[in-house]
């Protein structure tokens, strides 16, 4: 059921791209939750078919999920409701910040503490802030009223990519690694939304390319991140 709901969630996705727009509908939105559902449901049936796979990790890297769901959901409803755009990019950006932590929790939990790894989440982090802020004036962007909630997501994001990382160099671990390649494609479908929100130019906010590529990177974070749970011992 897993790589069922994989390759079901994967050919959602390809329609979902082949249709979506800077124009989005209430139609589009409801596929993209649907294809987002599939992520979940990766999740749920890797922790239920690899009986190694501790509970509370499965419930965690799920509970992520549905926190990216709903970011989903809230960040697609801001070009559907253009009057409240502020409110839904804020409940949009702190669900996938929270949904960020509940992996971090799934981290910790199974690999341990560990103050290589947490020296190298903090670096990380603090580092994507910077990286954030020098794109501003790289790929000439205008975070308006969201400088800091766009710095508290970049270091969340920076944190559990930094964390993974760190225990797929120092602990050697196969989940671990498989857990850093779905935050990689995270970070870069986020370079991708950055230009899409923030671009100065109709053009960069529009690029179809651009809303491609993103949403095509995220997808397989997500999907990577869930798939991880089949590898855990």
């Not at 449901?41 to 965690?60: Q, R």
């Not at 671990?173 to 899409?196: R, V, Y």
Request: proline share 2%; with cysteine; hydrophobic share 55%.
């Amino acid at each position: 059921m897993t790589y069922l709901f994989l390759i079901l969630g994967a050919i959602l996705v390809l329609i979902f791209v082949s249709k979506r727009t800077a124009k989005v509908k209430l139609e589009l939105a409801f596929l993209k939750a649907v294809a987002s559902v599939c992520f979940i449901l990766t999740s749920l049936f890797a922790m239920v078919e690899n009986p190694d796979c501790p509970k509370i990790i499965g419930a965690l890297v799920t509970a992520g999920g549905v926190w990216g769901l709903l970011g989903d959901i809230a960040l697609d409803l801001k070009y559907v409701f253009k009057t409240h755009e502020k409110e839904y990019l804020y409940a949009g950006f702190s669900s996938f910040g929270i949904g960020h932590i509940f992996y971090i929790a799934a981290l910790y939990s199974y690999f341990g503490f560990n103050i290589k790894a947490f020296i190298g989440a903090i670096a990380a982090g603090l580092v994507c802030v910077a990286i954030a802020f020098i794109a501003k004036h790289i790929m000439k962007l205008d975070y308006r009223g969201f400088r800091n909630i766009t710095a508290v997501y970049m270091f969340v994001l920076g944190y559990v990519y930094g964390l993974a990382s760190g225990y797929a160099i120092f602990d050697y671990s196969l989940p671990a690694l498989i857990f850093t390649i779905g935050f990689i494609l995270f970070l870069a479908s986020d370079i991708f939304l950055s230009g899409l929100y923030f671009g100065q130019t109709e053009k960069k906010r529009t690029s179809r390319p651009a809303i491609i590529i993103n949403h095509l990177l995220y997808y397989a974070a997500q999907f990577t991140i869930a798939s991880a749970l089949l590898f855990l011992k």
